[in-house]
């Protein structure tokens, strides 16, 4: 990653890293790796940074609804940590921008996919833990996701595209969505599924994702989308 990189980075978070490494890795796709300069991925990162947003989050939520029982708070929770929360976290801040990655990857798509954004604001989550301790990530927490997080739950935005979509078919009479795996790749730690959505047997819309919960919300989106589309 080139200095100046480097520093718009920095600039973009408020933060200066001493460990310069830390923020590249953070930002470094598996398809870089096979090139001869990056030795590491974020997916390390992504696994330390997804921990700690979930505490931070859920001390978030604890304290401010100090009234709403746990089914409420476990459904806000999900919520904000939701591919389509984070993913648009990255690119509203352009973090998208500086993500490394093959150029096959990115002919493919890569820099606009929610998976990847959502990975990456976890693995920076992971890297200022690391570099500057809790507060460090807790800064990031309070800058970048706090805003989104009281849009989201002021507008009790708590239900899941899944269910969503199911409450919208039966609303019309029809049978409940089904969902069909019809393709995954990728290697066992880091597979790409994709789904598709059917109702009665008739394919609605297509959803990827890192596991298959994951592509069959993003499916549910995508058939959401279409029908706000149709309504316009």
Known sequence: MKPTEVQKIESIL??????????????THRSCLNS????????????LGDAILEKMISVFLYLKYPDKMEGFLTAARSSLVRTESLSSVSK??????????SKGEEAGGG??????LE????SLIGALYLDGGP??????????ILPNADINVSENQ????????????????????VYETIKSEGPDHSKTFQVQVLVDKRPIAVGE??????AEQNAAKQALELISKLKK
């Open 209 to 214: 994702g890192r596991n298959k919960q994951q």
């Open 36 to 47: 001869p300069k990056p030795k590491e991925s974020y997916e390390r990162l992504e696994f």
């Open 14 to 27: 408020k933060y200066s890293f001493n460990n310069k490494q830390l923020l590249a890795t953070a930002l």
């Open 111 to 116: 820099r606009k996919n929610p998976s990847i």
């Open 158 to 177: 708590l239900k899941d595209p899944k269910s969503l979509y199911q409450e919208m078919v039966q609303s019309l009479g029809l049978n409940s969505p």
């Open 135 to 144: 507060e460090a990530a807790q800064k990031f927490f309070d800058n970048f």
């Open 92 to 101: 509203a801040n352009g973090f998208d921008k500086f993500i490394l990655m």
């Open 119 to 122: 990975d990456v604001i976890e």
